[in-house]
């Protein structure tokens, strides 16, 4: 049977206007051709001048790092500077054009605005926009250089553009490379931790190898290798949330705190802190600098950390695929798990009625493998601690028969409200504090849902 006539009319209709649509058109009169800005390299623009109501604020790329050329000579914060280009890597199109002329409206007249110049060679700027307002879904209004048409666009917000000149200045303290510091001396309260490692040249265009970290005063002490490095990084790169004049701030002739980082060309860089008027912050001052730098108040307190916060919390470190059973007893409960050692397969084999979760089972080896403290605890006994006899106990074998016993007090809560429990490895001392969180992803595999 063949379609009737209407149908084919039909038919017909709807294939001439698919045609239609498949075919590109023209927007409306003003929205086609919109430009767009030009991509930059990252490492190639090397001059930006941002200009509010007629001052511009001019920064240059000398080597890798930048500077405030006017109206102010100094250092400018390189990783902002970064930031801010990294968001013309890729060509910005204009979305939209909204008007022509009526600048003030949208804050694109020259009393509001704020030019935007990016330059990589020669004398015009390779990226050159005027910014007016933010609109609402992270768009903005802008407009072209010596043009009068209104866009909207993305570029990231005016908030990126609009700043003073001194809130482009560098807050990096020091800038070091952490790999390099071969000392840490934190002074306070008139006690003085200093540790020391030693660095031999790698062979050929190889890295440094680093001895690890020790207590200068005490060769035996056992040293955190995670706390000291993480420390010596933080301070490497510690970057100030304000910028303040040369004279802020009071007691400099005695400061709460210092950090001295040596390196291994013999090079010291030295903070000093005290703190903020208004208590919420700590302010720091680097030797050989003016500008006072605010920072968070945590620092007053971990450059008084004691000797206790810098020893080793490794509680176990062992290879995961060596472990041939685990097992908890508390509570009158004992369940013990053991691996098929032909196909790496986890089963419960007390009680019988149990079955394991593998995903759970592995979590919790690895999270044996790998057990760290929050802390070290100092002057507790195993019976003090709550650990005779323990809450619970974990006992981990392994397929040359040997073992490791985890025991672990019940939950206590600290006047900070922090929950932790204290244990002890193997019998011995010291006895640890383990947050709570932890003590509930050991005991994962044994629990039911």
């Given at each position: ?166 809130d482009w200045r560098d807050r990096t303290l020091l800038d070091l490379d952490s790999g390099r510091v071969v000392g840490l001396s934190l002074i306070a309260g008139g ?259």
């Open positions: 049977m063949f379609p009737s006539r209407t149908t084919r009319i039909l038919l017909a209709a709807v294939l001439a206007l698919g045609a239609l649509l498949a075919v590109p058109t023209r927007r409306n009169t003003g929205q086609e051709d919109l430009p767009s800005l030009a991509a930059v390299n990252l490492e190639d623009v090397t001059r930006i001048v941002l200009t509010r109501a007629g001052q511009p604020t001019v920064m240059e790329k000398e080597e890798d790092r930048w500077f405030l050329r006017q109206p102010l000579q100094a250092a400018a914060d390189t990783a902002s500077i970064r930031s801010l280009i990294r968001g013309f890597t890729k060509p910005v199109p204009m979305d939209l054009r909204v008007d022509e002329g009526n600048l003030e409206d949208y804050q694109l007249d020259d009393s509001n605005n704020v030019t935007v110049e990016l330059f990589t060679d020669g004398t015009e700027p390779t990226v050159a926009f005027v910014m007016g307002k933010d609109l609402a879904g992270g768009s903005s209004l802008l407009r072209l250089r010596d043009a009068e048409a209104v866009y909207r666009a993305r570029v990231g917000g005016r908030h990126r553009f609009d700043r003073e000149a001194t006690h003085d931790l200093t540790f020391t490692r030693d660095l031999q040249p790698g062979e050929g265009d190889a890295e440094p190898t680093a001895s690890p970290w020790r207590l200068a005063d005490d060769s035996a002490f056992p040293v955190d290798q995670p706390t000291v490095t993480a420390v010596v990084q933080a301070i490497a790169r510690l970057r100030a949330s304000e910028l303040h004049a040369p004279d802020y701030g009071s007691g400099w002739d005695e400061p709460l705190v210092r950090c001295v980082l040596t390196l291994d060309d013999g090079t010291v860089a030295s903070l000093s802190m005290v703190a903020a008027p208004d208590g919420e912050a700590a302010l720091a001052r680097v030797q050989g600098r003016d500008d006072v730098f605010r920072v968070a108040r945590t620092w007053l307190e971990r450059f008084a950390w004691p000797a206790a916060e810098f020893r080793d919390k490794a509680v176990f470190s062992f290879a995961r695929d060596q472990v041939d059973s685990i097992a908890l007893e508390e509570g009158g409960h004992h369940v013990r798990i053991q691996q098929d050692l032909g196909t790496h397969l986890w089963r419960v084999v007390e009680p019988v009625a149990m079955e394991a979760e593998l995903r759970k089972t592995l979590a919790t080896v690895n999270a044996l493998s790998e057990l760290r403290a929050e802390r070290v605890s100092q002057g507790n006994e195993p019976v003090a601690a709550g650990l005779v006899p323990p809450h619970s106990r974990f006992t981990i074998g392994f397929i040359d028969g040997s073992t490791h016993v985890l025991e672990v007090s019940a939950p206590f809560q600290t006047e900070d409200g922090q929950k932790l429990v204290y244990a002890q490895a193997d019998e011995q001392l010291p006895i640890y504090e383990l947050s709570f969180d932890t003590l509930t992803r050991l005991r994962g595999a044994f629990l039911k849902n």
